[in-house]
């Protein structure tokens, strides 16, 4: 009994100094990233969607800043996000680890476009007459002879 407070001190002696800062295998990034690569390819159909990627040396983490206020992180250095307007933007990440973190920028030039899309009345799908509570008729008489005839919407 007289020698285990002894071995229960040794043992946590023991187990602390093996989990110093630097010793072990899971702080191999104690150093801050290096070689930090930040890209963004925006969509080609026009949607506002970029793909974000970040590579860096010894990175663990990235925290993008998409330049409108919204911010991201992502452990693969990968995210796709989309713009809600169109505009010149300055997209930022930081490469991050246990011993420190760098920065890079790019600038963005997001241009959103909606295709116009003509929108017919389901009406016009089935035969006979349009339904006459959404449409109208107006008819142009000129002695005795319609001369033109339109449709025209009610509401």
């Known amino acids: 009994m007289k020698h285990l407070p002894l071995a229960v001190l040794t043992f946590i002696v023991t187990l602390c100094s093996s ?3 630097g010793t072990s295998p899971g702080n191999a990034g104690s150093t801050a990233p290096t070689n930090l690569v930040f890209t963004a390819t925006v969509s080609s159909d026009n ?3 970029v793909s974000f990627t970040a590579t860096a040396t010894n990175a663990n983490s990235y925290e993008f800043d998409f330049g409108n206020g919204i911010f991201q992180t992502s452990a693969t250095g990968t995210v796709v996000y989309k713009y809600p307007a169109s505009g010149n ?6 490469a991050k680890n246990i011993g ?7 600038q963005v030039a997001v241009v959103i476009s909606a295709a116009a899309a ?3 009345s389901d009406e016009f799908d089935v035969a006979g007459a349009p339904n006459t509570a959404k449409w109208g008729y ?18």
């Open 19 to 21: 989990c110093a800062k």
């Open 47 to 49: 949607n506002g969607s």
């Open 89 to 94: 933007y300055t997209a930022n990440v930081v």
């Open 100 to 106: 420190g973190q760098v920065t890079k920028s790019t």
């Open 118 to 120: 003509l929108v017919w």
């Open 138 to 155: 107006d008819l142009a008489v000129a002695a005795g002879a319609i001369t033109s005839c339109s449709i025209i919407p009610t509401g």
